[in-house]
């Protein structure tokens, strides 16, 4: 079986605070694929990163880093120095290689207060 | 260039009606799938359609149903609505078939009274 637990379902920040967004992934697949995505209240899932199970470098783009880790199955997202712009919902997703089912997780809802 | 569209935005039915939503996919992209998202909840998988073939299905009644058109766009349709089936109904499109990236569209809000 396949799932996705993100624990922290609301987390609230002052702006310029770092905050992290945990993703625990389970699956008995050894090729698959992890994502991120950000949901703002507009709707529309807007896509954040893709990693595959043969990459664990983690990785940075501005303000937003992620942090794989296979042995705790886990696919961190921390974002430095916070806008209140990062207020959405953020889901974590999972998906099988050669399989077109993306689990998501429940999602993270973030608010940053100015 | 344009993103994933859907159609109509928000759509208000009652209980019994069918229904049915429309995306269109990036251009150059061959697959589409469809979500559902309840509030509160992550969006739950319905249907892959790739090169006009059902390709993948998920745990959801018969009463959903879709297709994929020549030119890649999709609609899904919906029978019997039922209260529950009141979701935000999100269409994604990537390029092949399984492992590429999805891109979502900003979904069609569905209300059933």
């Known amino acids: 079986a396949q799932k996705v637990t993100q624990a922290q379902t609301e987390i609230s920040v002052v702006e310029k605070e770092d905050v992290t967004l945990d993703c625990v992934y389970e699956t008995r697949d050894t090729t698959y694929y992890l994502f991120w995505y950000k949901q703002p209240p507009s709707g529309e899932l807007v896509f954040l990163i893709r990693?595959?199970?043969?990459?664990?470098q983690n990785e940075i783009s501005g303000r937003y880093s992620w942090n794989f880790q296979k042995s705790t199955s886990s696919f961190n997202f921390t974002i430095t120095a916070s806008q209140v712009v990062d207020s959405a919902v953020y889901f974590c997703a999972l998906l099988r290689g050669g399989n077109n089912d993306m689990r998501f997780g429940a999602g993270t809802r973030l608010t940053v207060k100015p | 260039d344009a993103g994933v569209t859907q159609s109509p935005t928000h759509l208000i039915k009652t209980r019994g009606q069918h229904v049915t939503l429309r995306c269109s996919p990036i251009s150059g992209h061959k697959s589409v799938s469809w979500y559902q998202q309840v509030l509160g909840q992550g969006p739950q998988f319905i249907f892959q359609y790739y090169e006009k073939e059902e390709r993948g299905r998920g745990n959801f009644p018969d009463r959903f149903s879709a297709r994929q058109f020549p030119n890649y766009s999709s609609e899904l349709n919906v029978n019997a609505l039922l209260l529950g089936d009141s979701a935000l109904y999100l269409c994604a499109s990537r390029m092949g078939l399984s492992t590429d990236t999805q891109y979502f569209g900003p979904g069609t809000r569905l209300t059933v009274l």
């Open positions: 990693r595959n199970s043969f990459d664990e």
